[in-house]
């Protein structure tokens, strides 16, 4: 379904936990909440559930207000971190929960859960408990009793959080394949980085209660649009008076105009590697990583250390050894702006 959110805000007392979020989710697609501890990324997905009213703003599905509708009435599923499966029921009567809520007939009861326990990979497990589950397995379990009404949008809170870190891996793969298939809209909420951007369609920041960016994980990689999103996102350094970066000196605006820098965009060699040598300046190896397909090197730059990476096959570079250093494209901000410059 199609997810309209505008202007939402949330007070908890005088804390000011959600600030003017909107936006919109087209239907059938997987977005991620991501950003830090305490953002308000839960109360989001909360008022969106209807388990949590809005202090202002409208949430509209399929066009329609659902302000007022209680949760049963959202044509909503949850998958939460700890929404604990029913301990004493079966994986089929997990399953099958919501549908007898429904007074669905017996035998169309018998026939979705047979297709959910196929479409989650649980066949053979019908009869067993949730104690005889490993955590993935109830996880899946989880996932498949919140499709079995046929929701229009499943919200997800941290549902691997819990989980250790190989089978989560497997998990966010079949997440990704399983939403495909079913063709649900879902939000999932996640503080993993690497989640969000393996999984979602689309990613949404969320810091201190503001929707900082929202788009395709690579264009937020790509064109940051806050100081925030460019340092939560990805590797960089940054380096405090832009000013010092050659290429870049007129690009700066203000006094205060810092640069941050993604490792890809700082080329470093010897000298014979560059064809423009004017435009490179001199540096220094400070530090050199091993990661298994390439080095991490750490080049200081008049007093500015820059990270970056180089590849196995060129020359090996040692501590202490003069190199050339060229940074290709900056993001550069001051207390008010941000704005994106190639060093041409
Ligand atoms: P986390 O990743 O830790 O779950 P989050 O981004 O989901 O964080 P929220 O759980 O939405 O953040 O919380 C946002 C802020 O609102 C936090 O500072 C939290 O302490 C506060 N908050 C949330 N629920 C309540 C509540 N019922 N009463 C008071 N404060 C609350």
């Known amino acids: 379904m199609h997810v309209e ?17 909107s936006f919109d989710i087209a239907k059938g697609h997987l977005i991620g909440l991501l950003g830090p501890s305490g953002g308000g990324k839960t109360s989001i997905l909360r008022m969106l559930a209807g388990l949590e009213s809005p202090g202002s703003g409208e949430i509209r599905f399929h066009g329609k207000v659902v302000n007022h509708l209680p949760p049963q009435e959202r044509g909503i599923g949850f998958v939460f971190q700890n929404y604990a499966l029913f301990k004493h029921m079966s994986v089929f009567d997990n399953i099958a929960f919501g549908l007898k809520v429904k007074k669905t007939p017996k035998a169309q009861i018998r026939d979705r859960v047979m297709e959910l326990v196929e479409l989650t990979g649980l066949k053979g497990f019908e009869q067993r408990y949730p104690h005889q ?3 993935g397995q109830r996880q899946r379990v989880a996932f498949a009793r919140a499709l079995a009404p046929e929701p229009q949008l499943l919200l997800l809170d941290e549902p691997f959080a819990a989980i250790d870190a190989k089978i989560r891996q497997e998990l966010r793969s079949w997440l990704r394949e399983l939403i495909e298939r079913v063709g649900i809209t879902s939000i999932f909420v996640t503080h993993d980085q690497d989640e969000a951007i393996e ?12 929707l900082e960016q929202k788009g395709t994980p690579w264009d937020i990689y790509k064109n940051p649009q806050t100081p925030f999103v460019a ?10 008076d832009a000013s010092q970066l050659k290429g870049f000196e007129h690009a700066v605006q203000g006094s205060n105009t810092r640069a941050l820098i993604r490792p890809e ?40 250390k820059l990270i970056t990476y180089r590849s196995l096959e060129k020359t090996t570079l040692e501590i202490g050894q003069t190199i050339r250093v060229l940074v290709h494209r900056a993001y550069l901000f001051n207390d008010s702006e941000s ?5 041409r």
């Open 199 to 210: 999984v979602a369609d689309e990613i949404m920041i969320i810091s201190q209660g503001r």
């Open 231 to 240: 340092t939560f996102i990805g590797e960089s350094t940054v380096v405090e």
């Open 339 to 343: 704005w994106i410059v190639e060093n």
């Open 265 to 304: 965009y700082i080329e470093i060699g010897l000298k014979n590697e560059f064809t423009m040598l004017s435009a490179t300046e001199k540096g220094t190896v400070k530090h050199l990583h091993f990661r298994g397909s390439e080095w991490m090197v750490e080049v200081e730059v008049r007093g500015h």
């Open 133 to 135: 589950l490993s955590g």
């Open 5 to 21: 959110v505008r202007n939402l805000n949330k007070h908890f007392g005088d804390f000011h936990a959600v600030k003017d979020v």
